[in-house]
């Protein structure tokens, strides 16, 4: 009594799974239309204010300079160079910037950093420079045109300005 | 005689009463693997802007989500607004001025079209990632001049 025969325990065994298949065929095709496999985001960016009212600023309140340009990446502040970080075999050293921006301490809530940028830099190694100054702490970042460096009146706190931060 | 006995033997599916059952675990299993992963990648908004076909965009760790505004494409073959071609990028790159008549034309009529033309206008800028800042400083410039000066740039997300 009650002991399944061996014909009734193959029939329990073979679960009806048509449904099932039935629903995932209906739910895949939905999920792969609404599914978003690349993510995209925005970076906002200012451009740097008209300087135009003639008035010396004070240097400490100056926005620290990122020049990029064909073979390097200068740091400054104002007419001050603080650090050069050259290219490694072609490609511009973010992680010897980020080394630099560092040392400098943590900005100021309201800091801002503006990248000057020559004109043969590519857009990739502009998003990684602006990527590199966030992660130092500088939330406003802006872009500039042009690097104007002078490399004949550099001043800076040492030898050159330039193996200050080396 | 083992030919006889393995031609009794059931098929791996199973034959009742002369119907083949096919083995569908694996299958379910497979589409349950399926399904927890395109559910792990649902999203109900979906991408308020799309990244222009041609066009391949640099990764970054901003994850600040876009808003619909107006896109301007520099794509390697020339600058779009919303997908469509305004001026071949050999015509960009050769000219001296930063000013691209033809972008600032179509930017000043949508301006004019939706009347938003005294205002500071968002613009999304897609750029492809092996363009230099030559040609992005000449867009720029163009959609500041016809008032799309609040910029932003699309890039991929970084995981």
Do not use: W
Request: with cysteine; hydrophobic share 50%; glycine share 8%.
């Amino acid at each position: 009594m009650g002991l399944a025969t061996p014909s009734r325990a193959a029939a329990v065994e073979s679960v009806d799974v048509t449904p099932v298949m039935n629903m995932f065929i209906i739910l895949i095709p939905f999920l792969v239309s609404m599914a978003v496999f690349s993510h995209l985001s925005v970076i906002e960016f200012t451009l740097p204010p008209d300087g135009g009212t003639g008035r010396i600023a004070d240097p400490e309140t100056l926005p620290l300079t990122v020049a990029m340009t064909d073979d390097e990446l200068a740091l400054a502040r104002g007419e001050t160079i603080l650090a050069a970080v050259e290219k490694v075999d072609g490609l511009f050293d973010f992680a010897a910037l980020a080394a630099v921006l560092g040392r400098l301490g943590p900005p100021a809530a309201e800091a801002r950093v503006v990248i000057a940028i020559d004109d043969a830099v590519l857009f990739a190694d502009i998003v990684d420079c602006m990527d590199t100054c966030r992660l130092a702490g500088y939330a406003d970042v802006g872009l500039a045109a042009g690097t104007n460096l002078d490399r004949t009146g550099e001043t800076g706190p040492g030898p050159g300005g330039r193996d200050a931060d080396r | 005689m083992l030919t006889a006995s393995l031609l009794r033997r059931p098929a791996p599916g199973g034959v009742a009463n002369g119907v083949a059952k096919p083995q569908l675990t694996s299958l379910v299993d497979m589409l349950t693997i399926l399904l927890v992963f395109l559910l792990k990648s649902f999203s109900v908004e979906g991408n308020l802007v799309a990244a222009a076909d041609d066009l391949q965009l640099p990764e970054s760790i901003s994850a600040e989500r876009p808003s619909p505004a107006l896109n301007v494409e520099i794509t390697t073959s020339g600058v779009n607004i919303d997908g469509r071609q305004v001026v071949p990028l050999q015509r960009v790159v050769a000219a001296d001025s930063l000013l691209i008549d033809e972008l600032r034309g179509a930017l000043h009529g949508i301006a004019l079209a939706t009347g938003i033309e005294d205002r500071e206008n968002e613009v999304v800028i897609q750029c492809d990632r092996r363009l230099d800042f030559s040609v992005i400083k000449k867009v720029m410039f163009t959609c500041a001049q016809a008032s799309f000066s609040d910029f932003s740039l699309l890039v991929l997300r970084e995981e």
